[in-house]
Protein backbone atom coordinates (compact mmCIF):
# COMPACT_ATOMS: atom_id res chain seq x y z
CA UNK A 1 0.00 0.00 0.00
CA UNK A 2 1.78 3.16 -0.66
CA UNK A 3 2.00 6.15 2.02
CA UNK A 4 0.29 8.51 0.10
CA UNK A 5 -2.89 7.01 0.80
CA UNK A 6 -3.09 7.62 4.21
CA UNK A 7 -2.74 11.15 3.41
CA UNK A 8 -5.38 11.44 0.99
CA UNK A 9 -7.71 9.20 2.80
CA UNK A 10 -8.76 11.03 5.62
CA UNK A 11 -11.35 13.15 3.32
CA UNK A 12 -12.42 15.47 6.94
CA UNK A 13 -8.93 16.25 7.29
CA UNK A 14 -8.51 16.98 3.47
CA UNK A 15 -11.46 19.43 3.44
CA UNK A 16 -10.30 21.29 6.43
CA UNK A 17 -6.92 21.54 4.99
CA UNK A 18 -8.20 22.64 1.66
CA UNK A 19 -10.88 25.46 3.53
CA UNK A 20 -7.62 26.55 5.84
CA UNK A 21 -5.57 27.44 2.50
CA UNK A 22 -9.27 29.29 1.09
CA UNK A 23 -9.77 27.07 -1.29
CA UNK A 24 -13.75 26.39 -0.63
CA UNK A 25 -15.67 22.80 -0.32
CA UNK A 26 -15.36 22.01 -4.16
CA UNK A 27 -11.59 22.73 -5.42
CA UNK A 28 -9.90 22.14 -8.41
CA UNK A 29 -6.61 20.04 -9.16
CA UNK A 30 -4.53 18.48 -12.21
CA UNK A 31 -2.19 15.57 -11.78
CA UNK A 32 0.35 14.57 -13.49
CA UNK A 33 1.05 10.84 -14.22
CA UNK A 34 -1.45 8.45 -13.93
CA UNK A 35 0.33 5.14 -13.19
CA UNK A 36 -0.51 4.03 -9.29
CA UNK A 37 -0.15 6.82 -7.14
CA UNK A 38 -1.43 9.20 -9.80
CA UNK A 39 -4.56 6.96 -9.91
CA UNK A 40 -5.47 6.41 -6.30
CA UNK A 41 -4.41 10.24 -5.23
CA UNK A 42 -7.08 11.37 -7.72
CA UNK A 43 -9.54 9.03 -6.48
CA UNK A 44 -9.24 10.29 -2.91
CA UNK A 45 -9.50 13.71 -3.91
CA UNK A 46 -12.39 13.01 -5.81
CA UNK A 47 -14.17 11.42 -2.72
CA UNK A 48 -13.01 14.05 -0.38
CA UNK A 49 -14.62 17.00 -2.91
CA UNK A 50 -11.88 17.43 -5.51
CA UNK A 51 -12.71 17.86 -8.79
CA UNK A 52 -9.79 16.55 -11.03
CA UNK A 53 -9.84 18.78 -14.46
CA UNK A 54 -6.25 17.57 -15.88
CA UNK A 55 -4.25 14.72 -16.20
CA UNK A 56 -0.55 14.56 -18.03
CA UNK A 57 0.96 11.16 -19.21
CA UNK A 58 3.75 10.64 -21.25
CA UNK A 59 2.28 11.19 -24.53
CA UNK A 60 -0.06 14.10 -23.96
CA UNK A 61 -2.48 15.69 -21.20
CA UNK A 62 -6.57 15.52 -21.20
CA UNK A 63 -8.10 18.37 -19.90
CA UNK A 64 -11.72 18.43 -18.71
CA UNK A 65 -13.05 21.70 -16.49
CA UNK A 66 -16.41 20.43 -15.41
CA UNK A 67 -14.77 17.35 -13.89
CA UNK A 68 -13.06 13.77 -14.80
CA UNK A 69 -13.95 10.21 -13.62
CA UNK A 70 -10.86 9.29 -12.25
CA UNK A 71 -12.02 5.49 -12.56
CA UNK A 72 -13.22 5.56 -16.15
CA UNK A 73 -10.09 7.24 -17.18
CA UNK A 74 -8.41 4.93 -15.56
CA UNK A 75 -10.16 1.96 -17.25
CA UNK A 76 -9.74 3.49 -20.79
CA UNK A 77 -6.09 4.05 -19.85
CA UNK A 78 -5.54 0.56 -19.19
CA UNK A 79 -7.49 -0.85 -22.05
CA UNK A 80 -6.02 1.45 -24.68
CA UNK A 81 -2.28 2.72 -22.89
CA UNK A 82 -3.24 6.12 -24.30
CA UNK A 83 -5.10 8.69 -22.10
CA UNK A 84 -4.98 11.31 -25.01
CA UNK A 85 -7.45 9.05 -26.77
CA UNK A 86 -10.10 9.97 -23.72
CA UNK A 87 -13.27 10.94 -25.73
CA UNK A 88 -15.06 12.83 -22.43
CA UNK A 89 -12.15 15.25 -22.15
CA UNK A 90 -10.05 18.21 -24.43
CA UNK A 91 -6.33 16.53 -25.55
CA UNK A 92 -3.25 19.01 -25.81
CA UNK A 93 -0.33 18.66 -26.45
CA UNK A 94 2.52 17.17 -24.49
CA UNK A 95 4.31 20.47 -24.13
CA UNK A 96 3.98 20.69 -20.19
CA UNK A 97 1.12 23.66 -21.18
CA UNK A 98 -1.42 21.47 -18.61
CA UNK A 99 1.06 22.50 -15.32
CA UNK A 100 0.25 26.07 -16.63
CA UNK A 101 -3.24 25.53 -16.51
CA UNK A 102 -5.31 27.76 -13.42
CA UNK A 103 -6.04 24.86 -10.65
CA UNK A 104 -5.79 25.17 -6.84
CA UNK A 105 -3.47 22.14 -6.17
CA UNK A 106 -1.67 20.07 -8.67
CA UNK A 107 -0.72 16.68 -7.69
CA UNK A 108 3.22 15.92 -9.26
CA UNK A 109 3.14 11.73 -9.72
CA UNK A 110 5.27 11.02 -12.26
CA UNK A 111 9.68 11.25 -12.14
CA UNK A 112 12.10 14.19 -10.93
CA UNK A 113 12.56 18.01 -11.36
CA UNK A 114 9.21 17.99 -13.09
CA UNK A 115 9.36 21.95 -12.23
CA UNK A 116 12.27 23.57 -12.55
CA UNK A 117 13.37 27.13 -13.07
CA UNK A 118 12.74 26.98 -16.75
CA UNK A 119 8.67 26.61 -15.66
CA UNK A 120 8.19 27.46 -12.01
CA UNK A 121 7.00 30.68 -13.62
CA UNK A 122 4.07 29.34 -14.96
CA UNK A 123 2.26 27.64 -12.44
CA UNK A 124 -0.81 28.69 -11.51
CA UNK A 125 -1.47 26.37 -8.23
CA UNK A 126 -2.34 27.45 -4.83
CA UNK A 127 -1.14 23.72 -3.63
CA UNK A 128 1.56 21.40 -4.93
CA UNK A 129 2.13 18.23 -3.68
CA UNK A 130 5.32 16.32 -4.37
CA UNK A 131 3.56 12.50 -4.72
CA UNK A 132 7.20 11.66 -6.66
CA UNK A 133 10.70 11.48 -5.76
CA UNK A 134 12.21 15.15 -6.43
CA UNK A 135 9.17 16.40 -8.58
CA UNK A 136 10.80 20.32 -7.76
CA UNK A 137 14.22 21.00 -8.07
CA UNK A 138 14.98 23.32 -5.34
CA UNK A 139 15.08 26.66 -7.33
CA UNK A 140 11.49 26.10 -8.37
CA UNK A 141 11.01 25.24 -4.58
CA UNK A 142 12.19 28.76 -3.55
CA UNK A 143 10.48 30.65 -5.87
CA UNK A 144 6.83 28.88 -5.17
CA UNK A 145 7.19 29.95 -1.60
CA UNK A 146 8.08 33.41 -2.79
CA UNK A 147 4.48 32.67 -4.96
CA UNK A 148 3.04 31.78 -1.55
CA UNK A 149 2.79 28.51 -3.20
CA UNK A 150 2.15 25.91 -0.48
CA UNK A 151 4.41 22.37 -1.58
CA UNK A 152 3.95 19.51 0.47
CA UNK A 153 7.28 17.69 0.00
CA UNK A 154 8.14 14.32 -1.30
CA UNK A 155 9.90 14.15 2.18
CA UNK A 156 6.66 14.15 3.56
CA UNK A 157 4.13 12.44 1.25
CA UNK A 158 6.73 9.88 0.21
CA UNK A 159 8.47 8.63 3.42
CA UNK A 160 6.30 5.55 3.64
CA UNK A 161 7.71 4.19 0.89
CA UNK A 162 11.16 4.55 1.36
CA UNK A 163 10.81 2.95 4.77
CA UNK A 164 8.99 -0.03 2.93
CA UNK A 165 11.54 -0.08 0.53
CA UNK A 166 14.70 0.15 3.28
CA UNK A 167 12.69 -2.85 4.86
CA UNK A 168 12.85 -5.02 1.51
CA UNK A 169 16.34 -4.53 1.10
CA UNK A 170 17.12 -5.65 4.43
CA UNK A 171 15.08 -8.65 4.06
CA UNK A 172 16.26 -9.51 0.59
CA UNK A 173 19.92 -9.09 2.16
CA UNK A 174 19.50 -11.25 5.07
CA UNK A 175 17.05 -13.73 3.31
CA UNK A 176 14.57 -13.61 6.06
CA UNK A 177 11.02 -13.86 5.24
CA UNK A 178 9.11 -10.74 6.29
CA UNK A 179 7.53 -12.07 9.79
CA UNK A 180 10.39 -12.92 10.41
CA UNK A 181 11.95 -10.05 10.57
CA UNK A 182 9.08 -8.60 12.28
CA UNK A 183 9.39 -10.65 14.75
CA UNK A 184 13.19 -9.75 15.27
CA UNK A 185 12.28 -6.17 15.89
CA UNK A 186 9.60 -6.21 18.41
CA UNK A 187 12.08 -8.69 20.22
CA UNK A 188 14.74 -6.15 19.85
CA UNK A 189 11.77 -3.24 20.72
CA UNK A 190 11.06 -5.48 23.75
CA UNK A 191 14.83 -6.14 24.67
CA UNK A 192 15.64 -2.23 24.73
CA UNK A 193 12.24 -1.37 26.53
CA UNK A 194 13.51 -4.00 29.66
CA UNK A 195 17.13 -2.56 29.84
CA UNK A 196 15.57 0.93 30.14
CA UNK A 197 13.02 0.10 32.92
CA UNK A 198 15.93 -2.39 34.54
CA UNK A 199 18.42 0.70 34.46
CA UNK A 200 15.03 3.51 35.76
CA UNK A 201 13.98 0.67 38.45
CA UNK A 202 18.24 0.68 39.81
CA UNK A 203 17.96 4.17 40.08
CA UNK A 204 15.03 4.40 42.01
CA UNK A 205 16.29 1.81 44.63
CA UNK A 206 19.42 3.67 45.15
CA UNK A 207 17.83 6.91 46.00
CA UNK A 208 15.36 4.51 48.59
Known sequence: VDESFFFFQAEDGIRDFCLSRGLGDVYKRQVQGYGYVGYWVSKFLVQAGAKLIGVQEWNGSVYQPEGLDPDHLKEHFRRTG???????????????????????????????????????????????????????????????????????PDLLITNGGLIA????????????????????????????????????????????
Open 165 to 208: SYFEWIRNREHVRSGLMMKKWIEKGQLLLTQKAAELLKLSLIHI
Open 82 to 152: DITSYKYAQKTANDYRLLGQECDMLVLAAKEMQVNKYNVQNLQCKILIEAAQGATTWIADYMLSKKNVLVL
